[in-house]
């Protein structure tokens, strides 16, 4: 795998969901005072796979959000915690696929150093008996 390519999808997670992150955004200070259709946030949402009864239709009040952005948005609470759970669930499984060819390596070399070495003692006993016993 070219180090480009690698160092993409090493950093996949960040970016995970970072479209539907920038879809939460508020609008642009010229529509300001406007309550904002959510739309498209509603579009991306359920392309992810989500249930859009959590979606709001207009901008609402963010304050109480811990992610996404705290002035008017498209992002509830409950948004935040589905989004966050799937990002989890997708870095984990990243990790674990991204980590599998080191373990099996790993397993595998530990293996054969273990035969060797057993070999090793074998041959080290024999030598014991050949210079105590000749």
Same mark, same amino acid.
């Given at each position: ?9 090493? $950093?996949?997670?960040?970016? =995970?969901?970072?479209? =539907?992150?920038?879809? =939460? ?6 529509? *300001? ?7 498209? #946030? ?25 992610? $996404?952005?705290?002035?008017?948005? $498209?992002?509830?609470? *409950? ?15 990243? #990790?674990? *696929?991204?980590?599998?060819? #080191?373990?099996?390596?790993? #397993? ?27």
């Amino acid at each position: 795998m070219p180090a480009a390519q690698g160092a993409a999808r090493r $950093c996949a997670p960040a970016g =995970l969901l970072l479209p =539907l992150l920038l879809l =939460l955004l508020p609008a642009a200070a010229g529509a *300001e005072g406007k309550a904002r259709s959510c739309g498209e #946030v509603r579009q991306a949402y359920s392309a992810k796979g989500f249930s859009l009864a959590s979606v709001p239709y207009q901008e609402i009040a963010g304050e109480h959000l811990r992610i $996404c952005p705290q002035e008017y948005t $498209c992002c509830t609470s *409950e948004m935040e915690d589905k989004l966050s759970q799937q990002s989890k669930l997708e870095f984990e499984n990243l #990790v674990e *696929e991204t980590s599998h060819f #080191v373990r099996t390596t790993f #397993v595998s070399r530990h293996k054969k150093f273990d035969g060797r070495l057993d070999i090793i003692y074998l041959f080290s006993r024999l030598w014991d008996l050949k210079v105590n016993y000749p």
